[in-house]
């Protein structure tokens, strides 16, 4: 079996790794891999790596969005060398990760998947696919254009939501021509999103979690010396939060508000982007870190993780704190809601930040070792690398059997 996948990084954030452990996982079980990427690549010098474009191709790209909004709608020529590409490997399947980061043409590719009859695999890593194309989190615009079409993005000025409208028919009238089209969510809930957008006539339908290596993110030993490094008082509890930056979608204002309440009981540490976070004595933005180790060390050193995000498509940081043993009190909603067993701390109703912290305090009064062995033992069942990654592979097969 060839598969190909086409994402805009290999190997680095999340979407390149997810792209890089499928890639090993296809070699270990003797089949072919191809990876079409664009804008960073992890040297692999046993994948077939193929660049989409070049630096000077993806800048022109964001220039021209930056004028007109399309996202996706550039690259032509660049798309075109990758078609020329496919025909030369004549894969069994295709797969699309992330393709809204300035270097491909997305009429053009899905005109070239239909025509030649190509399967097709579409992971929803967000909204962009199943939007006219201005944003990648509609959640984020409290909107339901993408289930009408999109004629009224929020997103943009009155003068392009004509444009708008204009993409979304043609990226749904593009999608309904791949014969063997499959989508999958990385939660439940982006599953349904699709199945309730222009993606509702794909012929098959999945949720497949993104996982965690369970081998790497696990428990350490090493809390006393992680606490000392971050200055954390030995009689304070330790609150982590992690994002890329913060800011009122990911929740600043309630961790400034679990710092204020809980002053005299716990230390909170921020990794993320220092954006103008207000300074608190028992609160600490360390900055942003894709650096394993360090966040294995934090999630472990960590009595409680701490997401109250608006929205999630899964919640990658929610499942290494649970793989790492240590329990989380979320909003219920989006992504986060499948992530948060009982048994592993709290759900509280979306948005109400009193019981977000009623929550936090709650659950900082038991022992973490109530939470420990569950939040391991949930991760384990449902989000273990080798399980996710053999339901990928089956997926591909069935679509190649179609």
Sequence with gaps: MKVVQINAVYGVGSTGRIALDIAGELRRQGH??????????????NAHLIRVGNTLDHKLHA??????GKQGWHSKAATRKVCRELLRIKPDVVHLHNLHSNYIHLPEL????????????????????FTCGFCAHYFYHNCDQWTKGCTSCPAVGSGKRRAGAKMFRIKEDLYSRIPDLAVNGVSQWTTEAAARGMLKTAKISRCIYN?????????????????K??????HHKLILGVSQGWSENKGLKEFLQIADELRDCATVILVGEDCGIPKRENLNCIGFT??????????????LFVNPSRAETFGLVTAEALSCGTPVV??????????????????????????????????????KETYKDACRQWVLDNFE??????????????????
């Excluded at 109400?352 to 936090?360: E, F, I, P």
């Excluded at 990654?389 to 179609?402: A, F, G, I, M, N």
């Design 211 to 227: 996982w965690i290596d369970t081998q790497l993110f696990k428990p350490q030993t090493n809390a006393a010396e992680v606490r």
């Design 32 to 45: 072919e891999s191809y990876v079409f990427w664009a804008i960073d690549c992890r040297e692999d010098e």
């Design 110 to 129: 899905l005109r070239f998947l239909g025509e030649h009859k190509i399967p097709t695999l579409i992971t929803i890593h967000d909204s962009w696919m």
């Design 385 to 402: 690398k080798q399980k996710q990654l053999q339901k990928y592979v089956e997926l591909y097969k069935q679509l190649t059997d179609k």
């Design 290 to 303: 894709d650096n394993r180790q360090t966040l294995i060390d934090l999630y472990s050193a960590a009595d």
């Design 330 to 367: 979320a909003y219920d909603n989006s992504g986060s809601r499948e992530l948060v067993a009982p048994q592993c701390g709290a759900l509280v109703p979306d948005g109400d930040a009193a019981a977000l912290v009623s929550q936090t305090r709650r659950v900082l009064e038991n022992p």
């Design 63 to 68: 220039l021209l969005r930056r004028i007109d």
């Design 229 to 234: 490094k971050y200055g954390i008082p030995a």
